[in-house]
């Protein structure tokens, strides 16, 4: 059964900083990987989906970058700003599954 | 615009009153799901489908029942609610296709059962 971690759990870093959020899979098997944004009490927004035969993908300040080998995939935020403080959440898709969640790193940008 | 639309967005409900949550999608896409988000436990999958009349469990299905008899529409249904199923709900659709497996979700339907 595919679970997925990731650190940190939380982290909160100064305005400008660039950051790194992991996410590990323990079943190489995947379909996809998906990176969403949850504000408080909000829906998920998509930001990133890397298929299973890419090893990275890029939207603006943000890349995602994915190595099924290993489990694992990073979210890099460059340049972070007080807008980006969010939870943000992975998802392995297990095509014919389900999409399993990770428990999401909850990012605060400090002014 | 595509979305996927739930609701209602919030509801109160009593112990033992059936309801429904409506879930939406107008992006012709074959998978839908629905998960519940609860603190420290993250999102988990209660039901899914991957076409009209084709549903499955996830990892949470009991006391839930879905339908899904047309292809825009995938109901989630309580026939029974319990103070357990008090939780944050969201529905998602996918296409699936080998080209695009993109996940989309709804706003969150935040339901309190008394």
């Known amino acids: 059964k595919q679970e997925v971690t990731q650190i940190p759990a939380a982290l909160s870093v100064p305005e400008g900083e660039n950051l790194v959020l992991n996410c590990s899979f323990t079943d190489s098997a995947i379909y996809n990987l998906q990176w969403f944004r949850q504000d408080p009490g909000k829906g998920l927004t998509s930001l990133l989906l890397i298929q299973s035969s890419q090893r990275e993908q890029t939207s603006g300040r943000l890349n995602a970058s994915l190595d099924k080998s290993s489990g694992r995939s990073t979210l890099y935020i460059a340049a972070s700003q007080p807008g980006d403080s969010a939870t943000y959440l992975c998802?392995?898709?297990?095509?014919?599954?389900?999409?399993?969640f990770g428990p999401g790193t909850r990012l605060s940008v400090l002014p | 615009e595509a979305q996927v639309t739930q609701n209602p967005r919030y509801l109160i409900t009593v112990t033992g009153k059936k309801l429904t949550v409506t879930c939406s999608q107008n992006m012709n896409h074959e998978y839908m799901s629905w998960y519940r988000q609860d603190p420290g436990l993250g999102l988990r999958q209660i039901y899914y489908?991957?076409?009209?009349?084709?549903?499955d469990k996830g990892d949470v299905p009991e006391g839930y029942k879905v339908s899904r008899k047309e292809k825009r529409n995938f109901p989630l249904i309580l026939e029974s609610p319990s103070p357990n199923q008090t939780s944050l709900y969201f529905c998602?659709?996918?296409?699936?296709?080998?080209?695009?497996?993109?996940?989309?979700f709804g706003q969150g339907t935040r339901l309190t059962v008394v």
């Open positions: 489908s991957m076409n009209v009349e084709v549903t």
């Open positions: 998802a392995a898709d297990n095509y014919g599954q389900n999409f399993v």
């Open positions: 998602a659709s996918s296409p699936r296709t080998a080209m695009n497996t993109e996940a989309f």
